[in-house]
Each structure stands twice: as C-alpha cells, then as structure tokens.
C-alpha cells in the first residue's frame, strides 16, 4: 500500500517528532484533530504550549536540549515531515476501517490476515502472500489461531499454514525455520510420518499434517 520512499519519510518523521516538532505543531488545516494529538482544532486559542498536557495533566515541554535530533535539519522541514506523517496515519486509519468494515482483513495483535478467496497448492499459496509482502498465515497462540479459523469457517475451506515438516529432523517448523513453539494438532495428528510435509487448519481451527498439493484456501499475513 505504501511506497518504500513512503516508509523512509514516516521513519525520518517519527524521529524527528520525537525531537522537537511535536510541540510547535501548529495543525493541518482541513484536517480534524486526532485524540492524542494537539490539531488546530483542540487548540482554541489556547498557547500551544499551555494546551499540551500529558496523561497525569502536567505540562509536557518541549526539550530543553536536543542532543539526540539529527543536526542540519531546518524546522520548516522538519514540521513539514510531521503533518506527512499525521496525514498518513489518519489516512490509513480510515483505510483500516474500509477493510474492516468489508470483511477484507482481519487483525490479530500486531498481526493483518487475510485472503485472495483461491484454493491452491501450498506453494503456489505462499508465492501470492509473499508477492504481496506477507507470508502465510502461521498461528502462534490461540488468539492467531481463532482468527484464522474465522477466516476458514466464512469460506468453509480447509488452509494450509506457515509451517512445514524439516527434510531431516521430521520436526515442524514455521517458514523462517524456528521450531513451532503453539500447536494445535486434530487427535492423533500429526501422522503423515514424513509424506505429509504441510499442515492445513480444519474447520474447527485443528491442525493435520497433509500432503503439499492439494487445493486449499490461501490465507496469509502481513
Ligand atoms: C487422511 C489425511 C491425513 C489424516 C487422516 C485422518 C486418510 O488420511 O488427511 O492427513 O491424518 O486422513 O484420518
Ligand atoms: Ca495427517
């Protein structure tokens, strides 16, 4: 959704906010104001200083010294770099509603699944989350667990997972190659005792070992 060069401008903003461009941060006009955030809006008149307050109701200032700020950076810029970075976050706040809203994603944690509606094998099923920057789906506790499964259970269509059986230890292990620390293996799974290198999720949110090309919904994460 964003560009690279997106990235790097929210990453310089972020620093620099926390520098000193949050407490001269005068509002984006049109823009409404963010809980949390100071906007023209919340301002009324107020010094912005005076306006400013922390959880506790103290006074939060601006620091005294900037040891840590990046040294050459006009002020201009660097409150430009903050409503870029206010705007896109509101922006994709609202985008995060839409998706929300349609049933497109769902989240977990820090965790966004969700799913192109295909059933394919399991390698073809990895290749369009990784072309699309994310991974398939890989359960790490219960709560990622249901959340997949709620994904399952609307297509009533089995998933391959983000985990496959080691060539030599026979061991079960997420894509990046660690060790699976959560199952949630059917009884008496798994027992492909080799043969069945995948793992696909039932619709009651069980793990079976299976064999790797079978058509099974694409699920991932990001
Ligand atoms: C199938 C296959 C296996 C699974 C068993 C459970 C017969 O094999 O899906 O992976 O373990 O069913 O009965
Ligand atoms: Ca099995």
């Not at 990453?11 to 023209?40: Q, W």
């Not at 976050?89 to 295909?118: D, M, P, Q, Y």
């Amino acid at each position: 959704m964003l560009s690279y060069s997106s990235y790097m401008l929210i990453a310089a903003a972020a620093l620099l906010v926390t520098c000193n461009a949050l407490p001269k941060y005068p509002g984006i006009p049109g823009l409404p104001s963010i809980p949390g955030l100071p906007g023209r809006d919340n301002l009324k008149g107020q010094t912005r200083l005076s306006g400013l307050r922390g959880a506790s109701g103290s006074l939060v200032r601006p620091p005294v010294k900037q040891l840590t700020c990046p040294q050459g950076l006009p002020n201009s810029l660097n409150t430009e770099l903050h409503k870029v970075l206010v705007n896109l976050k509101h922006r994709l706040s609202r985008l995060k509603g839409v998706l929300v809203l349609n049933g497109n994603i769902r989240e977990v944690g820090e965790k966004i699944l969700a799913t192109n509606g295909k059933k394919v094998d399991f390698a073809s099923a990895l290749a369009s989350c990784e072309e699309a920057r994310g991974t398939l789906a890989t359960p790490m506790n219960e709560e990622e667990n249901k959340a997949i499964l709620g994904i399952v259970k609307k297509y009533n269509r089995y998933a391959y997972l983000g985990i496959k059986e080691g060539e030599d230890s026979g061991q079960f292990k997420y894509l990046n190659g660690m060790h699976v620390n959560y199952t949630k293996w059917h009884q008496n799974e798994p027992n492909g005792k080799r043969t069945e290198k995948c793992v696909e999720m039932y619709t009651d949110g069980s793990w079976n070992d299976k064999r790797c090309n079978l058509p099974r919904l694409t699920i991932c994460e990001f």
